[in-house]
């Protein structure tokens, strides 16, 4: 399977446990997206990479929340002491550097905060 | 107010209906406009896009852009009940990077 991998599928955590998620791109991918979506809510921006380069950060984003892609491959968005207004699914997008700027979506992280 | 505003339905219709879906928005500064469907527990996936203002044509779909209006949509023809989904529209533009802003999305129904 060639398409972006997110793992894992599915976490259940206690509130104040830190959490982590990867995503693995499409490998000719460089830029890849971090979103957040709760029900009935479209995907919201959290942050961008371009090859390892993390180049733009929502306001959204408090600073228990911090996003790597160390070599430009992987990423990893880390929760620290989680909330349960952090349950939501999170997910991972890459893009072609040229053309178009579609979005290839990974199937999504659930977070779930207890 | 949201940069991009789409009506959340849900929106129920029989087989056959021709379905119309649409958002505006305030960022005179987009240039990409796309429409994404997102089946339940699966992420979105790429439906249609345009380029600046005008029409798209891709079989039973499609899109157009009015920028004058900051106006766009998405026609569904003939729809079947495996439409049935998430349609969620998207824009951005060069000068944000490509960062895609969505908005709600619209819940789709298409009865057999």
């Known amino acids: 399977d060639t398409g972006v991998s997110q793992n894992p599928r599915h976490k259940i955590t206690k509130r104040g446990q830190n959490v982590t998620f990867r995503c693995d791109p499409i490998?000719?991918?460089?830029?890849l997206y971090w979103y957040r979506q709760t029900l009935g809510q479209g995907p919201e921006f959290l942050t961008y990479?371009?090859?390892?380069?993390?180049?733009?950060k929502s306001r959204l984003l408090s600073d228990r929340f911090s996003a790597e892609r160390p070599k430009g491959s992987f990423s990893t968005l880390e929760i620290q002491r989680t909330e349960q207004g952090d349950s939501a699914m999170y997910l991972c997008?890459?893009?072609?550097?040229?053309?178009?700027?579609?979005?290839?979506f990974g199937e999504g992280s659930r977070l779930t905060v207890l | 107010q949201k940069e991009v505003e789409q009506d959340p339905g849900p929106l129920s219709v029989p087989e056959g209906a021709i379905v119309s879906l649409n958002c505006t928005y305030s960022?005179?500064?987009?240039?990409?406009f796309m429409w994404y469907r997102q089946y339940s527990r699966k992420g979105p996936e790429l439906l249609m896009y345009t380029y600046s203002s005008g029409n798209k044509e891709d079989g039973r779909f499609t899109a157009q852009v009015d920028k004058s209006s900051k106006y766009i949509s998405l026609f569904i023809r003939d729809s079947q009940p495996s439409d049935s989904a998430t349609y969620l529209c998207a824009m951005s533009h060069h000068t944000g990077g490509f960062k895609t802003i969505f908005g709600a999305g619209t819940r789709l129904f298409v009865k057999a």
């Open positions: 960022n005179s500064a987009f240039q990409y």
């Open positions: 990479f371009q090859n390892e380069a993390q180049l733009e």
């Open positions: 997008a890459s893009s072609q550097p040229t053309g178009t700027g579609e979005l290839f």
């Open positions: 490998s000719e991918h460089n830029r």
